[in-house]
């Protein structure tokens, strides 16, 4: 592995990416929806905490406290379990970017050189990799950070007290969030291997998510608590097939099938 | 002079559809070689396969003594290679697209950006090096990828159609560099269906169409089967079966005065002039006529209709 050829891969996909508008706007569309939404559930249960229905609802989903309002208890409630829906930001976004890994280079017929070149397929997939991780995980923790600002600047009057971060959305946001966005970047890299068309490979890679928003909604509707040894179990779940789907990437990156195999 | 490209029976199928076979042929150190052939001849798989980027999957081949089937790293180090797209990334300024490539092939920056100035310069691109090579005309983006293939010093150089859509003084500059690449020392294989620019700028070519159809010197190929034009006091006709009883003659046509005799061998004009002398004639001048490499390529490939298939 010669990290001089990483790191020109990495600095030419960042290159084009920050030179993409298009591509910025929307990688910071599903995040900025995913920081808004919940500002606005959480606003709506703090404007009257002590409404009816608002009671009801807490009442409802069993996070009723004592001696805290019930809208502020709701509060809470959505700051904390917001985190399984958050994740599917840090496992969405690589996907944006990693569809063009092959796939766009084959579109757009720069391929070719890029395969006559020296660098491996290692080089190239791990230069590519890190270009659509590092990105997606820092765009994740910026809106984590506005997140955590909006979600206390509301909680705060009700509760005297910062909600988020907590342990498990730190925890889940340090070790996760890269291992999610490893994951959907894996994903939309062996797909991209194999297909010429980086649209479709957009669109089944953004499949690799639905697990991801069924795990976020469920946990959001029910409101059930899945805790920091949840989220531990899940980082070393995701670690094991963040391997496996790396190494297919690797094995499906091979420069004939590549160069010969259209569609 | 070592041969720097040994192919020996080299094939490459895949699946039922054969693209290449039985490819025996030499190119030597430091010479131009031209690489001929219709659309899906196999100059790109061919190409492909030197460069290590497929796999043959018959016969064998070296490339600067590297095979071709396990050496791929250490090949695609040593070769250039100007695909026939330029491939260059638009968003990218010239310089970002040449420093990207110096960064893949590990040229020390220092050497990269001497290079760098090198070429952007000998191209005519140095003022317009910052800017996105989406911006470029045909021309530029073509002089841009020649560039890129030239950037980590190959010693051997395949260059596909690095003409194609260049102005004349464009294509003139590429010529002259790759005349200068020539004279460095590297070994280029040229593949081209601009007849003229491989003439000009090739000693020996192969003509392809999955296998080799011809293998020389353009100077052979193109004396091969010459023809002579024969003028003479009286009319040709009688003369015409005189002619064609001298052995390498092909055909002979009559036109007025004129006789013009093809010949498989162009050694035997003396024993031609010596049999219509003998047989009367009173020549009055004998003028050889040169084929254009354009002829010899038609013939040896046969009619449109089959070239097509």
Redesign the interface.
């Known amino acids: 592995m010669r990290w001089g050829r990483v790191r020109a891969v990495l600095r030419k996909e960042l290159l084009e990416l920050v030179g993409n508008r298009g591509l910025l706007a929307s990688l910071c569309a599903l995040p900025a929806i995913m920081t808004v939404v919940p500002w606005g559930i959480a606003w709506s249960y703090a404007y009257d905490p002590n409404d009816v229905a608002v009671r009801e609802i807490a009442r409802y989903y069993h996070v009723l406290q004592q001696g805290v309002l019930p809208g502020a208890s709701l509060v809470e409630a959505t700051a904390r379990q917001w985190l399984g829906l958050f994740l599917v930001t840090p496992m969405f976004l690589p996907v944006l970017i990693s569809s063009q890994a092959v796939a766009g280079e084959k579109e757009k017929r720069t391929i070719e050189p890029l395969l006559a070149s020296p660098a491996s397929g290692a080089e190239i997939l791990l230069g590519k990799s890190l270009a659509a991780v590092i990105p997606a995980t820092l765009i994740t923790w910026l809106f984590f950070a506005l997140f955590s600002v909006g979600m206390d600047f509301i909680a705060r009057p009700l509760l005297h007290r910062l909600v988020v971060p907590d342990a498990t959305w730190l925890f889940a946001m340090v070790v996760l969030a890269p291992l999610l966005a490893l994951l959907g970047n894996a994903i939309a890299v062996a797909i991209s291997a194999r297909l010429s068309d980086p649209r479709l490979t957009q669109q089944l890679a953004a499949l690799c998510v639905m697990p991801g928003v069924g795990l976020g909604v469920t946990q959001l509707v029910r409101f059930s608590e899945l805790g920091i040894s949840f989220y531990a179990a899940l980082a070393v779940a995701v670690a094991i097939v963040d391997a496996g789907v790396l190494a297919l990437a690797a094995r499906l990156f091979d420069r004939e099938r590549i160069l010969t195999r259209w569609g | 002079m070592s041969a720097a490209i040994e192919l020996e029976q080299l094939g490459k199928r895949?699946g039922a559809f054969t693209a290449l076979s039985g490819v025996t042929l030499q190119v030597q150190e430091g010479e131009v070689f031209g690489l001929l052939g219709p659309n899906g001849a196999g100059k790109t798989t061919l190409t492909?396969i030197l460069?290590?980027?497929?796999?043959p999957t018959d016969g064998s081949a070296r490339v600067l003594g590297f095979d071709v089937a396990s050496s791929g790293?250490?090949l695609?180090?040593a070769?250039g290679?100007l695909?026939e797209?330029p491939?260059?990334?638009?968003?990218?300024s010239g310089w970002?697209n040449l420093m990207?490539?110096?960064?893949?092939?590990?040229v020390p920056r220092a050497a990269a950006v001497e290079r760098l100035e090198r070429y952007l310069r000998l191209f005519g691109l140095w003022e317009r090096r910052l800017e996105?090579a989406g911006t470029y005309s045909k021309g530029m983006r073509q002089k841009l990828?020649i560039a890129?293939a030239l950037l980590h010093a190959p010693r051997v150089i395949f260059l596909d159609e690095p003409t194609s859509g260049l102005d004349p003084q464009a294509a003139r500059a590429v010529r002259d560099a790759v005349a200068e690449l020539a004279r460095e020392g590297r070994t280029i294989v040229l593949c081209s269906h601009n007849l003229d620019e491989v003439e000009r700028l090739c000693e020996n070519v192969a003509v392809l169409k999955r296998s080799v159809l011809a293998l020389a010197k353009v100077a052979e190929l193109r004396r091969g089967r010459a023809q002579v034009d024969i003028a003479l006091q009286a009319d040709a006709a009688p003369l015409c079966e005189q002619a064609m009883r001298v052995p390498g003659v092909a055909k002979a046509l009559p036109t007025g005065s004129t006789l013009t005799v093809q010949l498989d061998d162009p050694a035997a004009i003396p024993e031609l002039v010596a049999a219509l002398v003998q047989a009367g004639a009173r020549i009055c001048a004998v003028v050889p006529q040169s084929r254009a490499l354009e002829d010899v390529y038609l013939e040896l490939l046969g009619t449109p209709g089959e070239r097509a298939s």
């Open positions: 895949f492909r460069c290590g980027l497929i796999a790293e250490a695609r180090s070769v290679l695909t797209q491939g260059l990334y638009d968003r990218l970002e990207y490539f110096a960064g893949l092939y590990s996105r990828a890129r």
